[in-house]
């Protein structure tokens, strides 16, 4: 987990509200990812950013919202229009060839 | 989904045997990653092999790849409780900056 933090580390929210996960990192990458983990299954991409001020859509991006105005900082939003939320939200930063990975945010709604 | 297949979904073994699991993918690739996930949190990078390789091997791990065949395994020898976790197997390929990762072997060792 060295070097990328994420927060919070539980996080709970009513329907209908949106949400926002920190992602924060101090490996100087320029990439930083965002994936959605649900229970049993492997990792699936929602947004990317390979450089300030550019992001990308990754394959689950509906519902959700990212920014990337600083190098160290990749927040990422849940909207109330994700349908279901409720997953555990890892952050990662690196390059294709190796990703360091934040502790994670599981998020719950009520 | 063009998520890679990973098998088994679990695998319990005793301390001191060897673990092997499987990787299938579905397209062109680069190079193949193996990360461990501890239960809760992130995931930890093991090992990378290239397309043009076909084994590798890291302290206790050995990683082969067959492209024909479109997969990998992972070798854990003589394995220790503090092995149990969750391994994932991940796929980069050309013309693409994103990692395509399987759905995971969850690996319980036994003391």
């Known amino acids: 987990d060295g070097g990328i933090t994420q927060s919070p580390k539980y996080l709970f929210r009513k329907e209908g509200q949106n949400v926002t996960l920190s992602c924060e990192q101090n490996l100087n990458h320029d990439a930083m990812y965002w994936y959605r983990q649900d229970p049993g299954q492997g990792l699936r991409l929602i947004y990317y950013?390979?450089?300030?001020?550019?992001?990308q859509k990754g394959d689950i991006a509906e519902g959700y919202s990212v920014s990337r105005e600083k190098k160290e900082s990749f927040p990422l939003t849940v909207t109330s229009a994700q349908k279901n939320p409720t997953a555990f939200y890892l952050c990662?930063?690196?390059?294709?060839?190796?990703?360091?990975f934040g502790p994670g945010t599981r998020l719950t709604v009520l | 989904s063009q998520q890679g297949e990973e098998d088994p979904q679990a695998l319990s073994i005793q301390e001191g045997e060897n673990a092997t699991m499987n990787c299938s993918y579905k397209?062109?690739?680069?190079?193949l990653q193996w990360y461990r996930q501890n239960s809760g949190r992130g995931l930890v990078h093991l090992i990378l092999?290239?397309?043009?390789?076909r084994e590798k091997h890291s302290g206790r791990l050995r990683v082969t790849l067959d492209t024909s065949k479109k997969s990998s395994s992972l070798l854990i020898t003589a394995s220790r409780a503090a092995d149990t976790a969750s391994y994932f197997c991940a796929t980069g390929g050309p013309n693409t900056d994103k990692l395509i990762f399987g759905t995971g072997t969850r690996l319980q060792v036994f003391p």
């Open positions: 950013s390979q450089i300030v001020n550019d992001f």
């Open positions: 092999i290239r397309s043009n390789e």
């Open positions: 990662a930063s690196g390059r294709v060839n190796e990703q360091f």
């Open positions: 397209t062109s690739i680069n190079n």
